[in-house]
């Protein structure tokens, strides 16, 4: 198949879960299993791996790739926001570690065929899962001005999502919007020239990411499982967790900063009555971003921010 993709910061990740020989580990996003593959190598002949990808390639290309070590992995297609309902369904309490890598694999932005990139003209998918309810052509022909402005902001922060969005609603009542090349070239053209000159970027990469953050519902199942991360770990157990915008590090810093909290009583009691106890301790106080070698080697990596913690 010739899945690509080059890990992110592969030894700040093994440092950060601080893996051990015989115990169990997570991987929520395999992509192209490079995590997976040093993980394994680290936890010896009795640890065991759930990797888990909801990209079916992943999951397709890590059989082969993992196939070494097949009798301690336990391969699974799913989003890693059912991680409790996948772990349960394994009979599996809680593990010892579990990585998270968001964001796309190489493979998927230049070879999956499904228009997560305005360099390549096809079809305009954007789904990681293909079983996904709604594709990027359903956003952008169906969803009404308004709602497409409020993607655009949200999760792109683009300034210009008005005018975006109104020439988005222009184009298409003359005809369907199908294509990577055709959104592309819709965006681009809404951008005045001066502000298109200045970017460092190309004019279509805020929208496309806010699509894509809006047809995988990235934020949201990022929510979900920061929610229930900490009831899955041992004590101990670390969470390493890799974003790649300010969006995603904001609610990965934000839960790890509210399951430290040991106190929430008023500020004004002169002593403790609430009975809190911290739950995780982070082990990154500032986040933890990829060296230079590693950005001029992998520049995919350039924009990575890493988070870890450990269950109390
Ligand atoms: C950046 S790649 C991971 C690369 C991997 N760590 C490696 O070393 O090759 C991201 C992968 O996570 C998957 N992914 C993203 N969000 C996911 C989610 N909520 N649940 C499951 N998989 C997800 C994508 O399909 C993609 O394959």
Redesign the pocket.
């Known amino acids: 198949m010739g899945y690509k993709?080059?890990?992110?910061m592969?030894d700040e990740v093994l440092h950060y879960l601080d893996l051990r020989p015989g115990k169990i580990y997570v991987?929520?996003?395999?992509?192209?299993?490079?995590?997976?593959k040093a993980i394994l190598e680290k936890i010896g002949p009795d640890g065991r791996l759930i990797g888990?990808?909801?990209?079916i390639?992943?999951i397709e290309n890590a059989k082969d790739v993992l196939s070494a070590y097949k009798e301690r992995v336990t391969l699974v297609h799913?989003?890693?926001?059912n991680l409790p309902d996948i772990l349960s369904g394994l009979n599996i309490e809680a593990v010892d570690g579990i990585?998270?890598?968001?964001?796309?694999?190489q493979?998927?932005l230049s070879g999956s065929g499904r228009g997560f990139s305005f360099q390549k003209d096809e079809p305009l998918d954007m789904r990681?899962?293909i079983k996904a309810e709604h594709t990027a052509e359903y956003l952008v022909n169906v969803l009404s001005e308004k709602e497409l402005v409020e993607i655009f902001f949200k999760y792109g922060e683009e300034k210009f999502s008005r005018r975006i969005a109104k020439n988005i609603v222009i184009r298409r009542k003359e005809k369907a919007i199908k294509t990577s090349i055709d959104l592309a070239e819709i965006v681009t053209a809404s951008i005045p020239v001066k502000n298109r000159m200045k970017q460092k970027i190309h004019p279509a990469t805020r929208i496309f990411q806010a699509i894509r953050i809006a047809v995988?519902k990235?934020l949201e199942?990022?929510e979900t499982?920061m929610d229930s991360f900490h009831e899955l770990l041992n004590t101990d157990g670390r969470l390493c967790v890799?974003t790649?915008h300010s969006l995603e590090d904001r609610i990965v810093k934000k839960k790890i900063k509210e399951l430290e909290i040991d106190c929430i009583c008023p500020k004004d009691f002169p002593k403790c009555v609430c009975d809190e106890k911290r739950i995780v301790k982070s082990l990154t106080r500032r986040v933890v971003i990829p060296g230079k070698k590693e950005i001029n080697d992998n520049p995919m990596a350039r924009s990575t921010k890493l988070r870890a913690a450990v269950k109390l």
């Open positions: 993709h080059i890990s992110a592969p991987d929520g996003t395999l992509g192209g299993c490079g995590h997976s888990i990808d909801q990209d390639d992943s799913d989003n890693f926001a990585l998270i890598d968001i964001g796309l694999s493979h998927q990681m899962d995988n990235e199942r990022l499982f890799l790649f």
